[in-house]
């Protein structure tokens, strides 16, 4: 049979664990947020160099005086 002290000691380490474990769940939650941040950056910037289907890929040479 445990006595009282035993009982409070294990109802605080109880407690040290579950605030432990939550502590680290906000700190997995809180380092993915760049992550999410860092990929609207890239996809702003990709739609940005992507641009219209109508814009020819190569420059049209007009009034280029070497021709050939």
């Known amino acids: 049979m445990y006595n009282l002290s035993h009982l409070y000691?294990?109802?605080h380490?109880?407690?040290m664990l579950n605030l432990a474990?939550?502590?680290r769940l906000a700190a997995?939650?809180?380092t993915s947020r760049p992550k999410v941040k860092i990929g609207a950056a890239v996809k702003s910037v990709w739609?940005?160099?992507s641009g219209p289907a109508e814009?020819?890929?190569t420059p049209t040479?007009?009034?280029y005086?070497?021709?050939?």
């Open 9 to 11: 000691v294990a109802a």
């Open 13 to 15: 380490q109880n407690e």
């Open 21 to 23: 474990a939550n502590e």
């Open 28 to 30: 997995k939650i809180g």
């Open 47 to 49: 739609s940005l160099l």
């Open 55 to 57: 814009r020819p890929v």
């Open 61 to 63: 040479l007009t009034n």
């Open 65 to 68: 005086p070497y021709r050939g």
